[in-house]
Every structure is written in structure tokens, then in C-alpha cells.
């Protein structure tokens, strides 16, 4: 079965600490891939896509990520996090045309003033 | 503007008395889907549809049905709903090439 998968259920790093989280899906075809993040209290707000083309991501508020197709991976980075993201983080994965749209199970992010 | 609208937001009720919570989106989007989102377990995908007519289980489909006899519109439906279904549930709707919009959320309590 299809499926997405987050390494870390709960993260927790210093400000100014770098952020790396990562993401595997098992899925041979083509697909598109997301990271949305909601913030305590909120609904999921898009982070970043990737379709196509270049395979190192950029989206909103310092984020980026990078699909490594052979690993099957797009793993979410920040240089240097803030307060202000502690959050959850959930990967998401649009198995082709016409497929589903699966979740990861959501990593906790806490950063520490 | 390109939305996805569920009501109610907020709803609390009784065990066993039947519930519909709708979803509707202005996007002309084939696919729509249901989670339920649980403290310490993500988002677990309920039901979705591919289109028209076309339903399929997620994750944890029992205890629910849904219905999309239109493309804008995808009811979920708690027949006799019970405490184990206190839930935030989100409805998304999904184009290729295009991301998920979801709705607020309804945050739905079973006494």
C-alpha cells in the first residue's frame, strides 16, 4: 500500500538551530509532493510544492526542501529556525493523476527561545 | 476566490443522533477527501473521491459514509455517531498540478 512517512514525531531544537525533517513515500509512479504546517489552534497552511524541475523547493518563511527521487525522500530544511515555527509539519504526497492524497503522520516541531 | 467551505465549524451533540457535516469547493476539483485529526496521530484520511459517484475508503472509514452526487459538494455523514468520533475533521480539495485547500475545520464533540 502507498504510504508516507515522517523520521521524527517530536522535534525540539534551540533558536538559530538548523531544521532538517525528513519524509520517505513508497509510490514507483509519478507524484507530487507537499509540506504544510499548522501552527497551534490553526488550519494546515501550504509550506511548498514540487511538480517539476528543479528539485530544491523554496516556499514561504525560509523553508525549503529537496526531492531526491532514488531515495523517494523530500526531506523539509531551514538554516536557522525561530520561535515563531513551532508548529506541526505534515508531508503530503498526491500519488498521480487521479490518485490520492496521503498525509504523513506530522513531526512536532518545539523550538526553545 | 478559490475556497473550500465546511460547516459547522463548531458542533457538539448527543451519542446516536445522526449528523451531516458538508464540504463544498468552488474549484471545479475532481478529487475531495475527509480527515480526522487527532492529537499524537496526524491526519488519518477517512473517505475520498476521485470524482462523481466515485467514493473510496481511507484509513479509518467506520463509522462514517459520504456521497458526492455533485463535483462541488462532499457531505460527511455520521449515522450514529459515538464518543470515539470527537474529532477536528478537515475536508480538502485537490486538482493535478495544483495544492490541497482545505477547509477551516469542523471540531465535532459526541457526548
Known amino acids: 500500500a502507498q504510504s508516507v512517512s515522517q523520521h521524527n514525531h517530536h522535534v525540539i531544537l534551540s533558536e538559530a538551530a538548523s531544521l532538517e525533517l525528513g519524509c520517505n513515500y513508497s509510490?514507483?509512479?509519478?507524484?507530487?509532493l507537499f509540506w504544510y504546517v499548522q501552527y497551534p489552534g490553526q488550519h494546515l497552511q501550504l509550506l511548498l510544492k514540487?511538480?517539476?524541475?528543479?528539485?530544491l523547493v523554496k516556499g514561504i518563511k525560509g523553508f525549503e526542501a529537496e526531492f531526491i527521487k532514488s531515495k523517494f525522500s523530500f526531506n523539509l530544511r531551514k538554516p536557522s529556525v525561530q520561535w515563531s515555527d513551532t508548529a506541526e509539519y505534515f508531508c503530503?504526497?498526491?500519488?498521480?493523476?487521479?490518485?490520492?492524497?496521503?498525509f504523513g503522520p506530522g513531526t512536532r516541531l518545539s523550538v526553545l527561545p | 476566490e478559490a475556497q473550500v467551505t465546511q460547516n459547522p465549524r463548531y458542533l457538539i451533540t448527543v451519542t446516536g443522533k445522526k449528523l451531516t457535516v458538508t464540504c463544498s469547493q468552488n474549484m471545479n476539483h475532481e478529487y475531495m477527501s475527509w480527515y480526522r485529526q487527532d492529537p499524537g496521530l496526524g491526519l488519518r484520511q477517512i473517505y475520498y473521491?476521485?470524482?462523481?459517484?466515485?467514493?473510496d475508503k481511507g484509513d479509518v472509514p467506520e463509522g462514517y459514509k459520504v456521497s458526492r452526487k455533485e463535483k462541488r459538494n462532499f457531505p460527511l455523514i455520521l449515522e450514529s455517531p459515538s464518543p470515539n468520533q470527537t474529532s477536528l475533521y478537515f475536508c480538502a480539495s485537490l486538482g493535478w498540478n495544483t495544492e490541497a485547500f482545505f477547509g477551516q475545520g469542523t471540531r465535532l464533540t459526541v457526548v
Open positions: 509510490y514507483g509512479g509519478t507524484v507530487n
Open positions: 514540487y511538480f517539476s524541475g528543479d528539485p
Open positions: 503530503a504526497v498526491e500519488l498521480g493523476y487521479g490518485q490520492n492524497f496521503v
Open positions: 473521491s476521485m470524482n462523481v459517484e466515485v467514493t
